[in-house]
């Protein structure tokens, strides 16, 4: 009776926030799924019935290039971001705590400046007049008709430098729950900085590893100011076709069948990965009992 | 065998605190050698240098004839078990017995042939695929054990190595820490502010106190023999009684202790006449009874008091026995049940009688802080707020 009880009380607990999520997460994303089998009208309006249609579309000879490159530029990107952020915590968990926060506050900072605002900040950087583009051209690294703007490099670099600070504050949070006795312990057992480093360090805080992958991984795939506004028209990603589909052709359908691909080129990989995972694990214990 | 480890003129400052002031000494090889002292008294501070995981100051630590002074940590044949163990979480027991070997690049036969052999000595044959987080205290720190004994080590470093268990199971971890120790013949530095423990399993200890060397010796030495009443009252418990020598008799002398004019002594110190000096004599030294002893022996001293405290513990009884101005800890055995002819209750009067070879001279005497005794183990940054009160205690004293 009493434990009934307490199972209302944590159903009446819990619905809010299951509420919230099934409106504004499970069914948009439904809905999503459901819009690529939808015909568009004349008026960017959805038509009646459902449709093929737009999946077949999606066969657009310039999409396998732009897909390739959002690809690599997400995942280059976000490998980049997380081998930087892994030594930032590494230190930043060994510090004390005054210098750690005030470390921690700069890598916060940038935050509070509006995103567009930063963007704009890379194209002043970066423009054909700019300091960088004069200096690498006084030095002689580059000639003056190189351009640093409008490519896939350029786009490159700013995601990079915007997801950084995604990719460090996982990884320091279980950086920071470290037990660094275990390097000393690793040490002691004869082994060098760096064998402790890859192989006690890396594999404990490997939790925090793959957050930061997903909280990279994700908006870069995804990401459209960017490219829109460094890149050029030879830099475009999935993000940049979706928002044309939405706001220039006006075609929902298509739009949304290519957020579906995208969320399933992330959400596939990430299953296979749990599965991979749950099977090594159940033959382990399995191992373990004989 | 001879000399096998040496601390030579160790100082280590961390700041303005002296965590370790000018410590010399000789370890052999084969034997279990305890560092003994309170928080702060820098024990674990020696064993850190001694892994490679802090450089000295000044001094040089000398390994089988080598200055290993300078050698990283990895690179010396000294291994540690860690207070907490520091088990790597990620890995199976198999793993981390394993990582020692896989680390110094040794191949997959000799791994597959070795560890079986150290799960077996430290009896976890058939939780190789446990993690730590699976395993009960003294289970882990069978592991962390054969993690370090693995490679070999000349020297097993153990920091602390039963704080963390409960009492029964920190009694049983410390006889099989015993037999591992005959079993291996590896030299054992152990570091504890557990005197019993250092009691039990050392062949040789040496008490730290304020970052100096206060005392080593065998423990029998150390208990029979304290040089200072630091160690007398830190291992085990004690009377102490200041008096003035009196006269001199061939190897003993009489000393006046405020009121008692002829106290018998064994005068190993050979001291002069009117000097005054301390002696510690140990609870159980005492003889109680209700009765008057016939003495005929003259090296026999016989005192008298009135019952302040009874406390029976089973095997013993310890009775605190207010004699004239002192406060008096006596402990008797009972060798037979109703052996005891009349039963000492509170505020009987009784007589007390000790041997003169059974109180000890010190050579030093200072009142001795108790808190300092009690304290707890602590964190090194606590550790050092520890240590700046210490010295100043110890300042204040001298």
């Not at chain 1, 490159?69 to 004390?96: E, K, N």
């Not at chain 1, 298509?254 to 990430?270: E, G, I, R």
Request: proline share 5%; hydrophobic share 45%; net charge neutral.
């Amino acid at each position: 009776m009493k434990s009934r009880l307490r199972n209302i009380s944590n159903w009446i607990i819990g619905a809010p926030s299951f509420v919230w999520l099934v409106v504004f997460y499970a069914i948009p994303i439904v809905l999503v799924f459901l819009l690529a089998f939808k015909p568009v009208d004349a008026y960017g309006g959805l038509g009646e019935g459902w449709t093929l249609k737009t999946i077949l579309d999606l066969r657009n000879p310039s999409y396998p290039a732009i897909i390739w490159r959002t690809f690599w530029q997400g995942i280059v990107s976000t490998a980049v971001c997380v081998a930087v952020a892994i030594p930032i915590s590494y230190q930043l968990a060994r510090m004390t705590s005054r210098w750690k926060n005030v470390i921690l506050l700069l890598i916060i900072v940038p935050f509070w400046t509006n995103f567009l605002v930063r963007i704009y900040a890379w194209r002043v950087f970066l423009h054909a007049d700019g300091i960088f583009k004069n200096l690498l051209v006084a030095i002689g690294l580059i000639e003056n008709s190189t351009t640093l703007l409008y490519n896939q490099w350029a786009v490159l670099v700013v995601m990079i430098y915007t997801y950084i600070p995604f990719a460090v504050l996982p990884i320091y949070a279980s950086a920071e729950k470290f037990d660094f006795s275990l390097i000393d312990a690793a040490k002691d057992l004869g082994a060098s900085s760096f064998y402790a480093f890859r192989r006690v360090f890396l594999p404990v805080i490997s939790k925090g590893i793959w957050t930061a992958v997903m909280v990279v991984l994700i908006p870069a795939f995804g990401a459209y100011l960017i490219p829109d506004l460094v890149g050029g028209p030879s830099s475009e990603l999935v993000g940049d076709k979706i928002a044309q589909r939405v706001f220039i052709d006006r075609n929902l359908p298509h739009a949304s069948a290519l957020s579906a691909l995208l969320m399933l080129a992330v959400f596939l990989p990430m299953l296979l990965g749990k599965w991979l995972n749950h099977m090594r694990r159940r033959r382990q214990t399995r191992e373990g009992r004989t | 065998m001879g000399e096998f480890l040496r601390f030579e003129n160790i100082t280590k400052r961390y700041g303005q605190n002296t965590v370790l002031d000018n410590v010399t000494l000789e370890i052999q090889a084969g034997e279990v050698f305890s560092l003994l002292g309170p928080s702060g008294c820098g024990k674990t501070t020696l064993l850190r240098i001694c892994g490679g995981f802090e450089p000295p100051d000044e001094g040089r630590v000398i390994l089988d004839g080598v200055d290993i002074t300078n050698v990283p940590a990895n690179r010396r044949a000294v291994r540690t078990v860690f207070q907490n163990y520091a088990l790597f979480p990620h890995l199976s027991v198999w793993e981390n017995i394993a990582f020692g070997l896989k680390a110094t690049g040794q191949d997959a036969k000799t791994i597959l042939e070795k560890v079986p052999k150290y799960l077996e000595l430290v009896q976890l044959t058939g939780y190789e695929n446990r993690k730590p987080g699976q395993l009960s205290g003294g289970q882990r720190q069978r592991v962390a054990i054969a993690r370090a004994l693995i490679n070999r080590p000349k020297v097993l470093l153990l920091d602390e190595p039963l704080a963390a268990l409960d009492l029964k199971l920190r009694q049983r971890m410390l006889i099989e820490l015993d037999t591992i120790h005959d079993d291996v013949g590896i030299t054992f530095l152990f570091v504890t502010h557990d005197q019993q423990e250092a009691m039990s399993i050392s062949d040789h200890i040496a008490v730290l106190r304020n970052g100096r060397v206060e005392q080593i010796g065998t423990p029998t030495e150390l208990y029979e023999a304290p040089r200072t009443s630091f160690v007398a009252a830190f291992i085990g418990d004690t009377n102490f009684f200041e008096g003035t020598v009196e006269t001199i008799e061939g190897d003993y002398c009489t000393l006046n202790i405020d009121g008692f004019p002829n106290i018998h002594l064994f005068n190993d110190k050979k001291v002069h006449r009117g000097e005054k000096i301390h002696v510690s004599i140990r609870p159980e030294k005492f003889f109680i009874s209700a009765v008057r002893p016939e003495v005929t022996d003259a090296k026999t001293n016989l005192l008298h008091g009135k019952v302040e405290e009874v406390i029976y513990v089973g095997p013993h009884t310890r009775y605190w026995v207010r004699v004239q101005d002192w406060r008096v800890s006596v402990v008797q055995q009972h060798h037979g049940y109703g052996l005891d002819e009349r039963r000492i209750k509170w505020d009987d009067e009784v007589w007390l009688w000790f041997g003169a070879d059974n109180a000890y001279m010190l050579e030093h005497y200072a009142e001795v802080d108790e808190q300092l005794l009690a304290l707890p183990d602590l964190e090194p940054e606590e550790l050092e707020a520890v240590v700046e009160g210490g010295t100043q205690e110890a300042g204040a004293t001298e």
